[in-house]
Structure formats: C-alpha cells, structure tokens
C-alpha cells in the first residue's frame, strides 16, 4: 500500500475508532436522566468544595464536567464515579444537604436513584 493510501486507511480506521469510544445513546439517555433528577429535586442544596448550590446550578455544572471531562466515561455508574461526586481538583467528595440539615455523598444519592432507575 503506498503512503497516501496507507494514510487514507488509518484515517479512517482512527474516524471509526473515535465513533465507537465514549458513551452509547442508552447510556447517555441514563446520564441525562441522573442530572435532570438532579436538576429538579427540590429541598437539597448541593455541596460543592465547602460551597452551596441550587440544584439548577449542579445540573448545569455536571454537564459541562462531562463535556469537558467525560471522554473516559462510557456508563451511568462511571458518570457518577469519575464526574459527578467529587472535585478533580481537591479531590472533596460533593455532598447533598436535605432539609432537615442530614447530609450524604453525591455518590450514595445518585447511586440510588441509578438503582431505582434500574428497578433494583
């Protein structure tokens, strides 16, 4: 094979490669499913860093974190694992605070809510 033949090849081997990486449709059906619950609870204040947010916040935050930093995550468990319960920059799990003051890790209230989504 001659070299631009051979470059053509591996173009579009890489193009292919690129299309089957990341997220499938379901999974990412499961994704959006996990922020717009996130995004219309209402009573829980996200903890971020020592910070509170509304809910609309945190939904809004979480999908720019995927877009920018979710080209490893394929799944919903992966999302809530590497995106959405803890700082990539201190490393501080976020937290929920419900109404009655009680606290619990994005990961725990997400992780539950993937559960009941999954009829588990």
Request: charged share 25%; net charge positive; with cysteine.
């Amino acid at each position: 094979m001659n070299f631009c033949r051979r470059t053509w090849f591996l173009a579009l081997v890489s193009l292919h490669a690129t299309a089957w990486a990341g997220v499938s449709p379901s999974e990412q059906a499961r994704i959006d499913r996990l922020i717009a619950f996130v995004e219309t609870r209402k009573g829980v204040t996200f903890i971020r860093n020592g910070n509170d947010y509304s809910c609309e916040d945190a939904a809004k935050f979480m999908r720019g974190k995927m877009k920018m930093m979710g080209g490893d995550v394929s799944t919903a468990q992966q999302f809530i694992d590497q995106i959405a319960s803890k700082s990539s920059t201190t490393g501080q799990p976020y937290l929920v605070r419900f109404t009655d003051g009680k606290t619990q890790p994005v990961a725990k209230f997400l992780g539950d809510e993937l559960m009941r989504m999954d009829g588990r």
